[in-house]
């Protein structure tokens, strides 16, 4: 079983940036799994932001969030980033990291490990 753990939400302006990390750890095997985040707002079902495969190869993004959001992943640290850019109000959610898929799905029933999640607020 894979633990994550994400960290560097907050609030921000409307056109500005953060990024998110999320931190694996309890299975060796992680570093071959593929990570993304996903991300639920108020009121809404839980959708996919960003995948990325185990090599780093392979990326795919929500079209709600491409060319702003940049995912990568540091396997020697065991580490996933998202990069946020020129953030909207309506990118406010709560957003988690999840692992444990073979491929860089983009479907969440693919993924068997979740984070708790860190909360992500843009003002406008």
């Known amino acids: 079983q894979v633990q994550l753990v994400e960290s560097g939400g907050g609030l921000v302006q409307a056109g500005g940036s953060l990024r998110l990390s999320c931190a694996a750890s309890?299975?060796?095997?992680s570093r071959w799994y593929a990570r993304a985040w996903f991300r639920q707002a108020p009121g809404k079902e839980r959708?996919?932001?960003?995948?990325?495969?185990?090599?780093?190869?392979?990326?795919y993004y929500a079209d709600s969030v491409k060319d702003r959001f940049t995912i990568s992943r540091d396997n020697a640290k065991n580490m996933v980033y998202l990069q946020m850019n020129s953030l909207k109000p309506e990118d406010t959610a709560v957003y988690y990291c999840?692992?444990?898929?073979?491929?860089?799905?983009?479907?969440?029933?693919?993924?068997?490990?979740w984070g708790q999640g860190t909360q992500v607020t843009v003002s406008s």
């Open positions: 959708e996919f932001v960003a995948v990325i495969s185990w090599t780093g190869g392979t990326t």
């Open positions: 999840a692992a444990g898929s073979s491929s860089a799905s983009r479907r969440e029933n693919d993924f068997g490990s």
């Open positions: 309890g299975s060796t095997f």
